[in-house]
């Protein structure tokens, strides 16, 4: 069995503080409904790359723009709340896995529709 990577226990704490720093810290309205599905962290723990996933779609690209602006903030807070000689610089990235799911749902429940028909 292989040992828990260091890189993946830094970034399951990345993705708690994250959010947290978002939902308490983050003081921007225009921020919408968002999760922080996970976060990637390199072998070297030098990058992150947190995905989020923004429940309206209108807001997506602000809201990422908000993000981006937002990163030397939060990775202020990051310093101030873990015990790390080096904070990962943030890449926020959207995360279409949901809409991926959802889309492969809708074509198989089409194609059993189909299949029904043709008894």
Do not use: C, W
């Amino acid at each position: 069995m292989l040992p828990y990577k260091r890189s993946q226990r830094v970034s399951d704490l990345l993705r708690k503080e994250i959010a947290d720093i978002i939902i308490y810290k983050l003081k921007d309205p225009r921020i919408g409904f968002i999760t922080i599905t996970g976060v990637d962290v390199t072998d070297d723990i030098k990058i992150a790359r947190v995905y989020v996933s923004i429940f309206n779609e209108e807001e997506r690209k602000t809201t990422l723009e908000i993000l981006s602006s937002a990163k030397s903030f939060i990775r202020t807070e990051l310093s101030k709340r873990l015990k790390m000689k080096f904070i990962p610089s943030i890449e926020f990235r959207l995360d279409t896995s949901a809409e991926y799911g959802n889309r492969i749902e809708k074509l198989l429940k089409e194609i059993g529709e189909k299949g029904e028909g043709h008894k």
